[in-house]
């Protein structure tokens, strides 16, 4: 079992953005994310900067903490620009980078460059040519590609990836086309449960939710011929019925009970007062230096 975290980029650099960054590593975790948007829900109004480079300057200021986004989408990005973006990133971090991916939805991002939202097809359709090309143009060095919604033409990204053959993905996703495109092009699997149960579920609930999830995960895996072990399964947190954070206690009880269903990653928001991710620092930290000792792992 893995603990990460998720940082948001709402801190300015020289006043605590960098040090929360840092205390990450300080206090083990695997793995500090960061949602790669272009402004989020209740932060909208408020400070929010740019993941890429958030995680640059991240890199720069870390050493053993691995770095990632959770998640970045096609809502605003474009495959060729988003490559050259990436393999920069890993060689600066010496190879510590995570792209986690999703198809996104229909928050800020989906209209902010003048576009109509797109549909739950036109979401699926746009992700798969996505994933498909951007898993081209960091394992070819030169690439050239004509699909219905992306193109590229000669696009030169020498000289890589530092790991190899490339960066890993973690592809977030509950249907199954996107769990297709987990079986085949994942490094991990990632998902923040049923979102329908959010409000008014219960924590049984989501836990049989969550099986459920991990079996079709297994099925994708099978159809494509590919053992489900070798995908890590994420899950972050913050958006199922349980409140880990609410105490040491919690989150042993919530850690152990989802490693049962198969997931070796936990990823926890770093706490932001006033918020939805509002928290205990000292309960937070607390877990993040002896919680999964608890488990044994």
Not at 14 to 25: L, P, R
Not at 98 to 106: H, S, W, Y
Not at 161 to 186: E, N, S, Y
Request: proline share 5%.
């Amino acid at each position: 079992m893995r603990l990460s975290t998720v940082i948001l980029p709402v801190r300015r650099w020289s006043d605590g953005g960098k040090e929360v960054w840092q205390h990450a590593e300080e206090l083990g975790f695997h793995t500090a994310y960061t949602y790669d948007h272009l402004s989020w829900r209740s932060f909208r109004d408020q400070a929010w900067f740019g993941a890429i480079p958030t995680l640059t300057a991240a890199a720069a200021a870390t050493s053993r903490l691995r770095l990632g986004t959770l998640v970045t989408s096609p809502n605003f990005r474009h495959p060729v620009t988003l490559a050259k973006e990436l393999i920069s990133l890993d060689d600066i971090s010496e190879g510590r980078v995570t792209l986690g991916i999703g198809a996104g939805g229909n928050g800020f991002d989906a209209t902010a460059l003048g576009q109509n939202p797109w549909t739950p097809r036109e979401r699926a359709d746009h992700f798969g040519e996505f994933v498909t090309l951007l898993d081209r143009l960091l394992t070819q060095d030169v690439v050239s590609y004509e699909g219905e919604h992306y193109s590229a033409h000669e696009v030169r990204n020498i000289p890589g990836c530092v790991q190899r053959p490339r960066l890993p993905f973690a592809v977030a996703a509950t249907g199954p086309r996107g769990l297709k495109l987990a079986a085949r092009h994942g490094q991990a699997w990632v998902t923040t449960g049923d979102p329908k149960l959010y409000a008014e579920g219960t924590p049984e609930q989501s836990v049989a939710a969550l099986s459920g999830q991990v079996e079709r995960l297994g099925k994708a895996c099978a159809d494509v011929g590919r053992d489900p072990g070798e995908l890590r399964k994420i899950l972050l947190t913050g958006f199922t019925p349980d409140r880990p954070l609410d105490s040491f206690d919690a989150f042993v009880d919530f850690a152990g009970t989802h490693a049962e269903l198969g997931f070796d990653e936990i990823v926890l928001h770093w706490p932001i007062a006033d918020s939805m991710f509002a928290a205990d620092v000292a309960v937070f930290e607390r877990i993040a230096t002896e919680g999964l000792g608890q488990l044994g792992v």
